[in-house]
């Protein structure tokens, strides 16, 4: 079983930053690839980018250059840093996790992320970003 606690979400205006938090506790190889979901009203929830265990981070382009994962592992926690936000960046954040796909195609084997939603296991409870004009 796996835990995730979100937080730092809030209220800033166009142009400001959050950066988010997102504890896990549990087990551990259930939690290879740590990743942050958002969802706005009235839309699907989306990937924003994951993180792997060996620190390769992907972002969506929607956030490319304005959004950074990070994970310090000694403290279990992924962080989402978010600049130059914009109302588009409006909604519910989540953080996920699932243990991956060990990929050794390459030679070396290590687990592979995915960011389709279905493929993640555990989620936490959300944290709300909202961004005015």
């Known amino acids: 079983q796996v835990q995730l606690v979100e937080s730092g979400g809030g209220s800033v205006e166009v142009g400001g930053s959050l950066r988010l938090s997102c504890v896990a506790s549990g087990d551990t190889q259930a939690r290879a690839c740590m990743a942050w979901f958002r969802q706005a009203p009235g839309k699907e929830r989306e990937g924003v980018g994951v993180i792997d265990s060996g620190d390769f981070a992907y972002t969506t382009d929607s956030v490319k250059g304005r959004f950074t994962i990070s994970r310090d592992i000694g403290k279990n926690t992924s962080y989402l840093q978010m600049s130059n936000l914009n109302p588009e960046d409006t909604g519910m954040y989540y953080c996920?996790?699932?243990?991956?796909?060990?990929?050794?195609?390459?030679?070396?084997?290590?687990?592979?992320?995915?960011?389709?939603?279905?493929?993640?296991?555990?989620w936490g409870q959300g944290t709300q970003v909202t961004v005015s004009s």
């Open positions: 996920a996790t699932y243990g991956g796909k060990m990929d050794c195609s390459s030679g070396y084997c290590y687990r592979a992320c995915s960011l389709i939603r279905q493929e993640y296991t555990y």
